[in-house]
């Protein structure tokens, strides 16, 4: 039942709000500014001793682990980086007892995730989950976790999960910050960055119409770039994967400050770049940027905190804390992918050569 949209994927994109909600309920400890998660089976001494955090995804999921990551290095101070699930499990990963393992999915069945928790398991380590089914094979095979509660996704292009997951990993990061050194006062500041979420994503849904202007004006692109920095970077790598997925333009994601390294050749006005900008302390970097682009003629669309002067259209989306801006700037890509896709006549629901879960090598 799509309930009133036309396709799961518009649904899904205007679930949010409530999914977000549904993620958060129950979970926050006012008294401590901390959050509970039930799942996750770890006293205060064994989270204290944890060393290292390695997430582990593919796609969607792997490209909110990186984001996760961010957020557990910044409130929690714990070395965090993230990987493909595909790549980890063939590269005869070195396991280390004291990293915390994290495989997060939407589905729990994507077999490269799977794979490498048993890989994982069968070397001693300690794996979570951060999965969206429940009881799914890769939640029932981690030793404990955190479930997304995204709610049920039809469309083979994630959009609510990933919110969910990336809400679920600073859920996560506050918690393990919360037991190490993160603050009364930053806690509450995150706790309260956390509360304002689901009308922020509203108020971002509200923009629709222009964003599908947007979308529209940009629809006859051959390729497009995606740029941010730092907190900016995973929004854009992710960004630029929906796009290619549901409209089959091919886009590209790079660190803005890679650009002068070589991806600058590219730009000129039929390459249109899509630009993070976060209103953070890495704002005037950012413009510095979008200058470059500008003096190359090319076209900017810029999603930011404040109109962007060098950029030819912002969508300017509400701020949050620094840490959680990430969580949101993804969001009204999600609907410029799906406008994008909506006006080359896409198969939105069911891209061409790709299936729900990847529950084969
Ligand atoms: O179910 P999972 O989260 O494990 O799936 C992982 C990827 O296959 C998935 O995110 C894929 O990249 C989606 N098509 C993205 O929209």
Known sequence: DMGGHDTYMHKEIFEQADAVDRVLRGRIDDRFSTVHLGGLNLDAREARSVRRVKILGCGTSYHAGLIGAQMIEELARIPADAEPASEFRYRNPVVD???????????????DVLAAVQELKRKGARVFG??????????????????????PEVCVVSTKCFTNTTVAFALLALHLGRIRDLSVADGKRIIEGLRKLPAQITEILDQEAEIKKIAEEYADARSM??????????????????????????????????????PLALIEPALPTVAIVPDDDLLEKNRAALEEIKARSGRILAVAHQEQEKADRTIVVPKNEDELDPILMGIPLQLLAYHTALALGRDIDKPRNLAKSVTVE
């Open 97 to 111: 007892p004291d990293t915390l393992y994290i495989a997060v999915s939407q589905s729990g069945e994507t077999y």
């Open 225 to 262: 770039m995606f740029i941010g920095r730092v907190r900016g970077y995973p929004v854009a790598r992710e960004a630029s994967l929906k796009l290619k997925e549901v409209s089959y333009i091919h886009a590209e994601a790079y660190p803005a400050s890679e650009l002068k390294h070589g």
């Open 130 to 151: 951060v999965v969206n089914v429940v009881g799914s094979a890769i939640a029932r095979e981690s030793d404990a976790g955190v479930y997304v509660h995204a709610g």
